[in-house]
């Protein structure tokens, strides 16, 4: 199969306002004849949702949780992008497109991130409309502050509750949709297959997680807002209960998968603290405009704070090491999450880290407290700082936070073209569920930006599109892949209850599938390495279906049903990323392959062989998958090696 990402010809300037220009409509009194499945209810699924019903189509909506408002964008911190330049600073669309691209490492297609820089104007104009409080300066205009990767302020916010926010205005649009009838909502319902028939998504599978039932529900197109695949590592910084099964079932049904090791390393993250935990704790990189992230100079020093000889207030100023300061002087504490999660790690292995475990750097806001005072610093961070005192027990405005990097966002997720379209004809995908946009890394504030702009400014051009082009007649129901598929999720339903005298739970497979993951396919990658994660998690797997302990029936309510889908899951995707991995012999963004770097010890991309997106067909139970490759054209943005020095 050849990839057709379907990138409009022209200057980049114009790709989209061309585009949809040239795209196929449907007229008002045609889209209420068709029915639209949105699987997912975070900013993408929401917004897209909400703008769908509003321009009359019928729309049925799905999340596992008990309610939309439960989506981890709710759980986003710091900020989301927009080039208003309301600072007056020489931001624009074009710098906020070359940002991104270069924050990338040159790994993200140049039509798809122009437009996002684009579409980011529109965004916070219809959030405001929405009611979103966000935070104004003195005079009333809205305020900003700066995110990593930039030299400019552009992340509008609310506190540190911005996901919470955009999401109850999202919510709100989308509520009003269900009240109007225009949106039929399911909560607590979870997809587990999507139905292709003759060629194209028509419908899904799922399982009603209170009664057990299974169902069928069609559509003329299908949606899947379904967020990223950070608990492939087990503990991420993303809900306990966000999942890759959607994503992963329709690539299973021909959607190829794109990118798939490349995941996000957050800088800034409570350390883990023990095997009891499920999930880490983000904090949010805009503590890094006043937050000075160091270690201590010496390994001495920081075993004598380990050992609890000294406290960090006993350390000197020429004792520390603010080593972002030092090592990129042009951005300081506000380079990019890879490169700040990297020279944390090194700072770690080198010796220098504190904390109980060793594993930990500091992020200090001393010297902001005595320029601005804590109740400015307070009324800027004061819920973080909360968060961190009431997790740690320590006071963040007495001593420096202890932080060090976790796995945070995917880039890597369902291949998608132009259009939001996957291989798979009426199958879409949205927000952090495809791959599309930020390469090799993604800047702060970013994933807000772009699932709101998948769902309120490009899908309902982009699906019209295809809408147009298979017409309005009803899907047929009664089609044989309905019945076929379904009886499919019930079979391998009853696989998973028979395995009730194995001696390992399903959330112990979990935690050692995160261990292989983070240790071999983690910040830092070696062929050696990622050669033993292939074979762990190939038997890892075949011991899963032997022993893996899942109790009770599909009848009920059962955690242990559902955990055991989506680890089966996680395992087969675990396995994709480290081919992915392991194909990919360069550094670049936060994938560091130890044989390819600078003398410096920073990435070292290789153009000349991996300028592509990869995009994976899967080809059958235990077989390989296929790699095809989308190769990336840069007409506008000169590939260079990065440097924030």
């Known amino acids: 199969m050849t990839l057709d990402a379907k990138i409009p010809q022209g200057p980049v300037a114009e790709k989209w306002s061309k585009h949809k220009f ?83 490492d040159y790994r993200a297609r140049e039509g798809n991130v122009y437009r996002l820089a684009e579409v980011s104007v529109n965004i916070i104009d219809q959030c405001v409309a929405q009611g979103v ?67 194209k998504a028509q419908g899904i599978v799922t399982r009603n997680l209170k009664t057990g039932e299974i169902e069928t529900h069609a559509g003329h197109a299908v949606l899947l807002c379904t967020g990223g695949y950070s608990n492939v590592f087990y503990l991420s910084t993303n809900a306990a209960g966000s999942n890759v099964t959607a ?32 999930k880490l704790t983000l904090m949010s990189e805009s503590l890094r405009n006043d937050g000075r992230v160091w270690a201590p100079k010496t390994k001495e020093t920081a075993e004598k704070l380990r050992k609890g000889e000294i406290k960090v207030n006993d350390i000197k100023e020429e004792d520390r090491d603010y080593f972002l300061e030092r090592k990129y002087p042009s951005f300081g504490n506000l380079v990019p999450r890879d490169v700040a999660s990297r020279n944390a790690k090194e700072a770690v292995d080198e010796g220098r880290g504190v904390g109980g475990s060793g594993v930990a750097v500091f992020l200090d806001f001393k010297e902001s407290i005595e320029r601005l005072g804590e109740d400015n610093v307070r009324a800027k961070y004061g819920n973080l700082f909360d968060m961190y005192y009431q997790i740690t027990d320590e006071n963040p405005y007495k001593m420096p936070m202890r932080i060090y990097p976790a796995v945070h966002y995917t880039m890597g997720g369902l291949w998608v073209d132009y259009n939001l379209s996957t291989t798979i004809p009426g199958l879409y995908a949205l927000g952090e569920a495809n791959f599309s946009d930020h390469g090799a890394n993604r800047l702060g504030a970013s994933a807000l930006m772009q699932g709101l702009a998948d769902g309120y400014f490009v899908i309902p051009y982009t699906l019209g599109d295809y809408l147009a082009t298979i017409g ?20 391998t339903i009853k696989k998973m209850l028979s395995l009730k005298n194995g001696n390992k739970t399903v959330t112990e497979y979990h935690r ?109 139970e235990n077989q390989p998958e296929e790699l095809h490759k989308e190769e990336l054209v840069y007409e506008n943005v000169h590939l260079t090696q990065r440097s924030y020095k």
């Open 247 to 278: 994503a992963w079932r329709a690539h299973k049904r021909g959607a190829f998968f794109g990118n798939p090791c490349f995941t996000q390393i957050h800088p800034t993250c409570i350390p883990v603290t023990g095997t009891h935990q499920s």
């Open 22 to 104: 040239n795209l196929k409509l449907v007229n008002p009194s045609n889209k209420r004849k068709y029915n639209i499945i949105i699987v997912g209810t975070g900013l993408a699924g929401a917004s897209a949702a909400a703008s769908l019903a509003e321009l009359g189509y019928n729309v049925t909506a799905f999340c596992f949780q008990d309610s939309p408002r439960r989506a981890h964008s709710i759980a986003a911190q710091g900020g989301i992008n927009a080039a208003k330049n309301y600072r007056n600073d020489g931001d624009s669309v074009y710098r906020l497109f070359y940002d991104t691209i270069k924050g990338g």
């Open 472 to 491: 309005p007649a009803p899907v047929n129901a009664s089609h044989s892949a309905f019945a076929e598929t379904k009886q499919q999720v019930i079979d």
């Open 133 to 199: 409080p966000f935070a104004r300066e003195y005079g009333g205009l809205l305020d900003t502050r700066s995110f990593g990767g930039t030299q400019v302020s552009r992340t509008f916010y609310a506190r540190g509750q911005t996901g919470q926010q955009l999401l109850l205005g999202a919510y709100s649009a989308l509520n009003r949709q269900i009240h109007e009838g225009k949106v039929k909502m399911y909560t607590r319902t979870e997809m587990l297959d999507v139905v292709v028939a003759d060629g």
């Open 512 to 620: 050692e599938l995160g261990h292989i993951m983070w240790e071999y396919c983690g910040m830092a990658r070696s062929e050696e390495g990622l050669v033993k994660a292939r074979g762990l998690i190939q038997a890892l797997k075949e011991d899963f279906w032997k022993n893996a302990i899942i109790v009770g029936e599909n009848e009920e309510v059962n955690d242990s049903l559902e955990k055991a889908g989506r680890v089966a899951d996680f395992i087969e995707l675990g396995a994709l990323m480290v081919e992915d991995a392991l194909m990919r012999r360069e550094s670049c963004g936060g994938h560091f392959r130890v044989e390819s770097q600078t003398p410096e010890g920073e990435a070292l991309r290789n153009d000349d062989d991996f300028a592509f997106a990869a995009a994976w067909e899967f080809k059958g």
